[in-house]
Structures are given as C-alpha cells and as structure tokens.
C-alpha cells in the first residue's frame, strides 16, 4: 500500500471512531478521534487499561495545543525549544475542550505533545483535531518500538494500521507538568532534566512535584524477571543485556560503544527478543544516568518490579 493510501484510511479509520497504529519517533502509539468517548474507551480495553490512567492528546503544532490547555510563559517556552519532539505538557484544560472526560481520566489538566515523525505530523493535519495515542503496547508491557511489535500488541484491535519503520528515540515522551507556575518533571525521556532546567531554571521537586497517575503502576515489564544494575556473575539461565565494550554477549548489548541514545533505541526490542527465549531472567548493566540514561534507568527500574 503507497502511504498515500494508508493516511487516507487512517484518517477515515480515526473519524469512524475506530483506532490507528501510529508511528512516532518515541514509540507506537493505539490512537483515536480525542472527542469521541466510545473510540477512547475502545482504548482502555484493548490495552486493558485501568481507567484512572488519562491520555495524551497529540496536535499538529503549538496553536493547537493551546486550543486545548491553558499555557503559562514556561510551557510557551518549552513549546517553542521543543516541539515538534519528545515532549509532553500538562497544564490545565479549557473549558470546553475536544478532549473527553474519559481521555483526561476526569481531571482538570490535559496532556499535550506534538510529534515529530512525519506520518504521525501527515495524520495530524489530515485528521485536523487532537488524537489520544497511548504506547501501543497492552498496559503493563514494554512499548513497542517496531511496526510488527506494535500490530502483535493491539493491531487486532486497530481499523488501519501505518508502519513508520523503527521508532528514533525508543522511549516514551518526556512528561512535564505546568502547573500552578510550577514545573515538575513527572515521567524522564529523550528532552533531558539538564535541557530543561537550562530553558526554564530548577524543576519543582517533593511535595512540589506533581504525580502522574500512570506512574503509579508497574511497567515495561516483560515476562522473564528482570534484574538491574548487573555487575556481579551471571545466575544460570539468565540472559544478560550489556552497556559499553566488553560487558556481554554483543548481540544482546543494548550498545557496543556506551552510547546511551543507541541504548534507549533498542531497550525494549532487546527486552522483547530476550522474552522470546523464555530465560530464567534478564540481567541488565549498569547505564550511567548522564543524558537519555535517566529515561532508561526508570524504565528498567519499572521493569524490574520497582514503582513510584
Ligand atoms: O511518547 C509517548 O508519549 C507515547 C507516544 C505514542 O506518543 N505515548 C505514551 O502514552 O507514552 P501513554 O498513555 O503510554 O503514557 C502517558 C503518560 C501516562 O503516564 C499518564 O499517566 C500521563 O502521561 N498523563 C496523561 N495525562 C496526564 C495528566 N493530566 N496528569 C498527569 N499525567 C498525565
Ligand atoms: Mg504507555
């Protein structure tokens, strides 16, 4: 199919009110018509997600977000640096917004993004209003990063399906909340602390910080027990994902050189293959937390079992 051809049947598929794998540089996403509450509750089942869990409405540029949430100077900023690109703002809806209640889970904020893969940016402005697009993963699971992991995850559940080759990045969004005049960084990703700080000075921490629901329950899991920070010898059966020269088996490195971006790119394909060989358990090395590092680290703490 010329991709003409799928955008069309995307875009008539999202104003059907029927759902759309769709690329994008973080991860794929399982997207649906913002406004149309039953499209989004065709979300909630088909990854069998705890309601309480709100979305993120993705726009195809800045006026749109801002037709959606109220923006204080720092998300204007941030708008500006960042997007189109891996970055999330929370900040509070308008009244009479095109994001349903069940899409923002009842609150009073809303999550925006607008992203930068061409076919999602093409799909945006065919389709012309604000799509949810959760990880089209099954909830609990690690996002996928491929076309084929994506239809195995919930394509049955999908009218169209595009396939943007491999997702750039490899992890989630950064999400930030702006809220209150304070900004708190709630889920770490390709748009790093350190770029952030540098735009908008110190992110709010502790009590200052904001939650996000999904941050409340465990994630990227894979099957096979994970262990983090592997330094000592490998326990029998288990599969161990290198970081850096010589540290395991090349072919499960999650980088040769030590290059965090390369080993955000592949987490959770490498996550998913080693599943596939059913191993005692997945040992992973140590990841320095210096640029995409802290995304990384926070998956593989999920991974492993730890949450909040
Ligand atoms: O990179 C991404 O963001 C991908 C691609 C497909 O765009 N999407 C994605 O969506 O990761 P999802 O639903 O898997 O993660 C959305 C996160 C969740 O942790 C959710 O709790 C949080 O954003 N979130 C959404 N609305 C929120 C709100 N109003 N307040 C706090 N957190 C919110
Ligand atoms: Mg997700």
């Known amino acids: 199919m010329r991709l003409s051809e799928g955008l069309d049947a995307a ?7 029927r759902l759309v794998i769709l690329p994008t540089e973080t991860v794929y996403g399982l997207a649906a018509d913002a406004g149309n509450a ?3 509750a065709r979300i909630f089942e088909a990854k069998g997600r705890p309601r309480f869990n709100p979305l993120i409405a993705h726009v195809a540029d800045a006026g749109a977000a801002e037709a ?46 607008v992203p930068g893969h061409p076919v999602a940016r093409a799909v945006l402005q065919a389709f012309g209003g604000p799509v949810v697009a959760p990880s089209a993963n099954r909830s609990g699971r690690p996002s996928p990063t491929n076309f084929a992991d994506a239809v195995e995850e919930t394509g049955p559940s999908a009218a169209a399906v595009l396939d943007g080759g491999p997702s750039a990045v490899g992890v989630e969004s950064t999400v930030v909340s702006v809220l209150d005049g304070r900004v708190a960084l709630l889920r770490p990703g390709a748009v790093t602390r350190d770029q952030i700080e540098a735009l908008i000075g110190p992110l709010a921490t502790g009590e200052h910080g ?3 629901p999904g941050r409340l329950t465990t994630h990227y899991a894979p099957d096979a027990p994970v262990r983090i920070d592997a330094l000592d010898a490998l326990r029998p059966g288990e599969i161990l994902l290198g970081f850096g020269p010589g540290s395991g088996d090349p072919r499960w490195s999650l980088s040769p050189t030590g290059d965090p971006r390369e080993a955000a790119a592949n987490l959770f394909r490498l996550l998913r293959e080693a599943d596939r060989e059913h191993p005692a358990g997945i040992a992973v090395a140590p990841v320095p937390m210096t640029g995409l590092g802290e995304a990384i680290n926070d998956r593989l703490r999920r991974a492993a079992g730890f949450v909040g």
Not at 11 to 17: E, F, Q, S, T
Request: hydrophobic letters at 55%; charged letters at 25%.
């Open 11 to 17: 875009v008539a598929a999202l104003r059907a009110g």
């Open 38 to 40: 039953d499209a989004v």
């Open 68 to 113: 959606i949430a109220l923006f204080d100077d720092a998300a204007r900023r941030l708008a500006a640096a960042f997007w189109p690109g891996p970055l999330t703002i929370v900040a509070p809806v308008r009244s009479g917004d095109r994001v349903c209640d069940l899409a923002r889970a009842g609150l009073d904020s809303v999550a925006v993004r």
């Open 210 to 212: 904001h939650r996000s």
